[in-house]
């Protein structure tokens, strides 16, 4: 039987160009990247990839360049300033729906719908409440592919995609960084399920999902089974030689679960409010770190940039400042999502790998950028 011919919509991001990768190295699935412009298709064309450029939120180009494919996978999401964010995701939805039309479309969303703070309610998988601007970005495609596909009688299947982790991932940078950080303490002994799912297990369950078509047009995307944060954690020590994070105090832990389930329960205003208050009774403090709500804010303003390189700078230095400023245990420095629960709803079955089969691949990656820095090459 012929493989089956796919596009990856945004292959020169870090999760398209790895999932591009890995889907040619499998059986039965052929892929080509599509990229909006030369120099994103450059990019991916350097690394002896085929790849294939079309304005994305064109549907005549979008359908002229994938005319002989089977399926799309999106893994691109527009960036833009706030007030154009609504319209140019309507024009790059519909030109996705109308491309795919008789044909299987992949949306990659995000475990980010849910809210910084995963809750296990299943009716959140139904009625998700993302407290973030990636979040309410990737919820808005969702219902705009969902109706679009409709209307062009596109197969969608939207995969709501965890923490993805593995070499050249900004989630791998965050965790090698807290693990250098001798100060940061992992909630509850890491034992929560992390609702993470490293790139090649993400390559094979998007594989999968292509090559079955699944009877549900929404599944959650994880390592199956869930990978807890205390064995995302070991790994990446092993990975970059580094210490064993150790366990933050089971009283604190609870305190804290406590603090982010109560704030999940309130709207991001009413988070402001309260936090600026508390923060104006505790003067002087940091408010960054007694105003958590501040960094969803914040990612507003970060989205006018539009560019995935500073973003990922941006992600890396956010991360890197968390440790230096846990004081006393600081709840601020403690991010939600270590006290998330397992995301609600039905997951992708498919036949993977286990997590510490990433782990070579990882040394890897973290050796030749620890070679990099020593030289001053840039990284």
Known sequence: MCALKVGIVGAAGQVGIAMLRGMNKGTGVSAVGICRNSVSAARVAAQGLDVRTAQTDDPKQLTEVTRDLDALVNCALPQYRP??????????????????????LVHL???????????????????????????RQKLQMEVLLRRYAMKHSARCTILRVGHVYGPELRWSEAIIDLIQHNRFRVPFDGQHPSNAVAISNLVEAVREVV????SMSTLNLTNLPQTTWRELFDLHSQACMGPLVESLHSSESEVYSQIYKKRARTGIMGRFVKETLGWAKQLPGSYLAAVPSLKALAQQAVSLVGNEGLDSKLWALYWRSIAPKIEGNSVAAIEPIFFSEPMPGPCVQYAGYTPTDIVPALRAWYDMTARRSCIGAPI
């Open 109 to 135: 969303s995000s475990v980010a719908v849910y809210g910084d703070f995963t809750s296990g309610d299943r009716s959140r998988f139904q009625s998700p409440r993302p407290d973030t601007t990636y979040g």
């Open 211 to 214: 090559l079955t078509k699944p």
């Open 83 to 104: 007030s154009k964010t609504s319209a140019s995701n309507r024009r790059f939805a519909g030109a996705l729906a109308e491309a795919c039309a008789g044909k299987h």
